[in-house]
């Protein structure tokens, strides 16, 4: 087999585990030099591709690289960019080639969710349709676990691990202050059509805390979820309230939309915390508070789960071993064996599966009434947040590592416009 470099990049929405799967195809690849050349990394996502703006992993020490395996958020830098057909688009494809061809690249290493295993699934194609081999393996990533058939996907242990926690905590201060000031708590969290996330709040009702949860899965009732917020409080003096950024009415209009829309088509969500609040307030008459989680959901390496650290670096690693092993349009997964002991496997499915499939809440995850979880899905999410693994920290903060970047030299001539 002749050496080819290979192309690893970062995808979407970042997350506290992404860079440990980079470390994870990083050093698995420089353990096959046999048959890998060089790693190069696309500076903001497949864009580093388009216009040759590729990093030069080599420049970095062993040191660093490892560091990643600590370090939150995209270290090479993500971007949100979703290549269209090669019907619609072929010069995009062209240009991949070019790029790929200069640059001895036979290896192709995608790091996202559901729009970048599509990406990846129509890259992994160009050897048929435009003569150009090329190994896309697709390494799962996102925080809303929606990903089909792999159990679960990395960033999500992490995020839903920091919701329990950073709810549970905040919880403790409602409940304190209810006999005469707050009675209300509502966290907002990320998941525009699947629960996942919100689900993780659940987790909260073991430790006595009356907790409410709004599905994207569940059509919003105005008038049981008052109800519900009531009778909570009157119970408890308090009431929680997780509601997910993807919450809808029948009709299907999100509670946070805002009338504009992401570079994917998505709808911009953000605001259904304060919507829900003031519906309470307007309703009931009670003092609340609210906060959205955003950035520091996918953020907080500092509370990362264990699991899923430890989960991120084995499908980098595994993309790797597959592509060696000859493997293109896959993508590694989470096969799970048991919840009790948690035991799992690593497997491999089809892009040709994966791209383009959300996976919602199955509905037996779901209570009856809508605002809870069930004993399945407290089975399902527990082993995702288990165990700590604390960053190194210094001087009181953690210490996260920040590569050099340093650029392969360009050896097209022009600048290509996306």
């Known amino acids: 087999m002749a050496k080819k470099n290979a192309f690893y990049a970062q995808s979407g929405g970042v997350t506290a585990v992404i860079n440990a799967s980079a470390c994870g195809v990083i050093e698995t690849a420089n353990k096959h030099k046999d048959v890998i050349g060089k790693v190069y990394a696309g500076r903001n996502g497949i864009i580093g591709a388009l216009t040759e703006d590729l ?103 992490s995020v839903a691990k920091y919701i329990a926690v950073s709810t ?66 009157k119970k408890f003096g308090y009431c929680t309230v997780v509601v997910s950024e993807g919450c809808h009415y029948p009709d299907g209009k999100f509670l946070a939309e805002q009338g504009t829309r992401d570079a994917f088509g998505h709808a911009q969500l953000g605001g259904a915390a304060p919507v ?68 799992y496997k690593i497997g491999v499915a089809d892009l040709k599966d994966v791209a383009n499939v959300e996976k919602f809440m199955p509905k037996d995850f779901i209570s009856k009434d809508g605002f809870g979880i069930t004993a399945k899905c407290k089975r399902y999410l527990l082993p995702l947040i288990q165990g700590e693994d604390y960053p190194p920290y210094e001087n009181g903060l953690p210490k996260y590592v920040t590569l050099k970047n340093i650029a392969v030299p360009k050896k097209l001539k022009g600048e290509f416009k996306i």
């Open 55 to 157: 990093i030069d992993t080599s420049k970095e020490s062993a040191e660093a690289i490892a560091a990643l395996r600590h370090t939150p958020s995209g270290a090479f830098g993500s971007c949100r960019y979703k290549l269209k057909s090669l019907e619609a688009n072929k010069r995009e494809y062209a240009r991949l080639i070019e790029v790929f061809k200069a640059h001895n690249i036979g290896y192709f290493f995608y790091n996202g969710g559901g729009d970048s295993a599509d990406t990846c699934f129509k890259i992994s194609q160009l050897s048929e349709t435009l003569g150009y081999p090329i190994q896309a393996i697709h390494v799962p990533k996102t925080v809303d676990n929606d990903l089909p058939i792999t159990d679960c996907c990395p960033g999500f242990g």
């Open 276 to 343: 829900v609040a003031n519906m309470v307030k307007e309703a009931l008459g009670y003092k609340f508070h609210w906060a959205v989680a955003d950035y520091l959901q996918r953020a907080a390496r500092h509370v990362a789960s264990k699991t899923d650290v430890k989960q991120a670096y084995q499908l980098g690693k595994a993309a790797v071993e597959l592509a060696v092993k000859g493997y293109n349009s896959v993508m590694p997964t989470i096969d799970r064996i048991s919840d009790e002991p948690y035991k």
């Open 168 to 233: 549970l905590e905040a919880s403790f201060d409602v409940k304190s202050m209810s006999k005469t000031s707050t009675k209300l708590f509502v966290i907002e969290v990320m998941g525009r059509h699947a629960g996942w996330i919100a689900a993780a709040g659940g987790l909260l009702v073991d430790h006595g805390i009356p907790v409410v949860i709004l599905f994207p899965e569940v059509e919003f009732d105005q008038k049981k979820f008052l109800a519900r917020v009531d009778e909570n409080v």
